[in-house]
């Protein structure tokens, strides 16, 4: 039993590695800031999470599950609070958008001045067009 505890572990641990290497391959490969952010935050979860479960299959105990639970409840709430300061630090420095974003929904927040009192997510097209308010 224990053997195929450890070889379901490994298996787990390297689902967990390929993930990482997608998203590294994803980094080099994606078009903008925001894309890249989404690759380094999901391989940021899920991969550590595969890893992690990985570890408790190796070492199967309370304690073990204790430590590797807060672990990875640390690094859930880190990448996700990590990855969204990042992303709004690109877009509040200006980062190029790529050219097939249709929308941006934060354009609006700052902008109080203008008399259109549309929901702010009102960049996005209804029908399908993608007007002049929608590219950058």
Excluded: C, W
């Excluded at 391959?25 to 899920?46: E, F, K, Q, W």
């Excluded at 934060?106 to 996005?124: I, M, Q, T």
């Amino acid at each position: 039993m224990n053997d195929v505890m450890e070889s379901a572990g490994d298996t787990v641990m390297f689902v967990g590695a390929l993930v990482f290497l997608v998203s590294a391959i994803g980094m080099l490969r994606l078009p903008d800031v925001y894309s890249r952010l989404s690759a380094l935050t999901i391989a940021g979860s899920l991969s550590t999470g595969l890893v992690i479960i990985g570890l408790f299959l190796h070492q199967p105990s309370l304690g073990n599950a204790l430590k590797l639970g807060l672990a990875l409840l640390i690094q859930l709430v880190t990448t996700a609070v990590g990855g969204s300061a990042m992303a709004r630090a690109g877009y509040l420095i200006g980062a190029p958008r790529n050219k097939h974003t249709l929308f941006d929904d934060l354009a609006v927040e700052g902008d109080h001045g203008g008399g259109d009192s549309r929901h702010p997510g009102y960049s996005r097209p209804s029908n399908g067009e993608s007007g002049p308010e929608n590219r950058t």
